[in-house]
């Protein structure tokens, strides 16, 4: 069998993690820099915890896990469990019609098998029924499970809270460019305040990392209220969710395509075309508020999402960072309850959205603890590699392979015991450095090896360098050797 790797993930060798550890580097840093402290929380969580927190659609994508020895196993057939997984995984699966062919015969057998093991009837087996069956699932984001950590050791923590998380992710969606069902999410969440001081910190945080990452992007932002007061405007209080989800897709399906959605979600064609003006929605910030104060009139929730964009286009004026208001921006999360921000790669061919976030001002009330409103963001790890990889603004330090600073070649197994002592010294002075493993009078070999793995300096020694304790150091970059102590050895390259 010819190994491979599941779709949607992928292998990182050497050389790539490098560059994502510099990414990583950077982001974390920053981190820290404006008081955030680390969390980690479980890959798995219990299905109760994650289901219904992300939408219909955010539910469809979320990976279920089997218990070992699950007594469920022990009741289905090899293919039945083969089906059931394309259910964990999150498929929506709908009761098939009867084969009229070898097309659908293999699943529609799967279906009476998982029917028949389970007990359910074929009405009654749907993803629902099956998040019973299953208790635990992966992660979908890093924000639920934090505030999960939150309710569960609320007594333990000072509020407001600061926390960082670099941690993966799964969802099972349809593998593409910039599109991966695991990938690696850096987020930095606030929680125990609702001072709009918190969204100018990320504001800050975000413009300073994309600078370090020299990363040209477009900072957008929005407020959910404003979507609310648009809902409560043209009389679909109900459809909100609906609205914002269609809405958020503008920019990939078009006017056109808003409009079908929007229709095939029930919405009527006097509400659709009070919202068509939100469709063409130009002009600078200023011009934008102002469009957004005629359509929202005296909605007292739209007048108060109003309120906050106007502080936070203020005061990122005054820190000099460029942000714009999209009112098509509305995020699918069903947690945002206020200001949403999404920042986007502007330059190069490949520009998706590299990082994401938002208020949400009680997701810890669904654990029990109401009224700690929060607020964070999301960098998208996977995607910010690949624009860089793109655009090709990897430092050159970190594109260099190897870790090691220097490479002790040697003649025979006397001369490399003598290596193995003086890198000993190095490494107790943090000079990072390896002995050639095997013993072989060919140096060439050796030499060959340090510069396939981009090993800056090479020191070889045989018996006269044992004898005088005088090394012979070559610099691989520009060819030159000196001859020194161990001293001027560690001197040199600490």
Not at 23 to 50: D, R
Not at 148 to 155: G, S
Not at 396 to 415: C, G, Q, R
Request: aromatic share 10%; charged share 25%.
């Amino acid at each position: 069998m010819k190994p491979s790797t599941p779709r949607g993930t992928r292998d990182f060798g050497p050389a790539e993690m490098q560059k994502r550890n510099y990414i990583f580097s950077v982001i974390k840093k920053n981190f820290e820099l404006f008081g955030y402290q680390p969390l980690e929380t479980p890959a798995m969580e219990n299905s109760e915890t994650l289901l219904g927190k992300y939408g219909e659609e955010g539910d469809k994508l979320i990976y279920r896990v089997i218990d070992s020895g699950n007594p469920l196993e022990d009741k289905v057939s090899p293919l039945t469990r083969e089906m059931l997984e394309k259910i964990y995984g999150g498929i929506n699966l709908v009761e098939p019609k009867k084969p009229d062919g070898k097309s659908n015969q293999e699943e529609y057998i799967s279906w009476n098998y998982i029917s028949g093991a389970t007990g359910f009837t074929t009405a009654q087996l749907s993803s629902k029924t099956i998040s019973n069956i299953v208790e635990k699932a992966l992660r979908y984001d890093l924000t639920v499970p934090f505030a999960r950590y939150v309710v569960m050791n609320q007594h333990n923590i000072t509020f407001p809270f600061k926390r960082y998380q670099i941690q993966p992710v799964w969802r099972a969606d349809k593998p593409q460019k910039g599109r991966y069902r695991e990938f690696y999410q850096c987020d930095a969440d606030i929680i125990g305040s609702d001072s709009l001081v918190n969204e100018l910190d990320l504001i800050s945080l975000i413009d300073i990392s994309f600078s370090q990452l020299n990363i040209p992007v477009l900072l957008k932002f929005n407020n959910r209220k404003i979507l609310t007061a648009i809902a409560e405007v043209v009389n679909e209080k109900e459809k909100i969710v609906d609205i914002t989800v269609a809405i958020d897709k503008l920019d990939k399906i078009g006017t056109d395509g808003v409009v079908k959605e929007l229709q095939g979600k029930g919405i009527n064609q006097s509400a659709i075309e009070k919202l068509s003006p939100l469709f063409d929605f130009k002009g600078d910030n200023n011009d934008k508020v102002n469009t957004l104060k005629k359509f929202v009139g005296e909605n007292e929730t739209g007048k108060k999402g109003i309120e906050e964009i106007e502080y936070l286009l203020k005061n990122a004026k005054a820190s000099h960072v460029k942000i714009e208001l999209d009112i098509t921006l509305a995020r699918g999360l069903n947690y945002y309850t206020g200001t949403i921000f999404e920042v986007k790669a502007n330059a190069g061919t490949f520009t998706p959205s590299i990082l994401g976030g938002g208020r949400y001002d009680d997701l810890t009330g669904i654990f029990g603890l109401p009224n700690m409103s929060g607020v964070g963001i999301s960098f998208g790890i996977d995607r910010i590699y690949d624009v860089m990889e793109e655009l090709n603004l990897y430092p050159e330090s970190v594109s260099k392979v190897s870790s090691t600073k220097l490479l002790f070649a040697h003649f025979d197994e006397s001369n490399r015991d003598h290596c193995m002592q003086l890198a000993s010294e190095l490494r107790k002075n943090l000079v990072s450095c390896e002995v050639y493993p095997d013993v072989t009078k060919k140096v060439a070999k050796q030499f060959d090896y340090a510069n396939k793995k981009s090993i800056p300096f090479v020191c070889v020694v045989g018996s006269n360098e044992m004898e005088k304790k005088r090394y012979n150091l070559k610099n691989m970059v520009s060819g030159t050797q000196e001859e020194l102590s161990l001293d001027e050895i560690i001197n040199k390259l600490k």
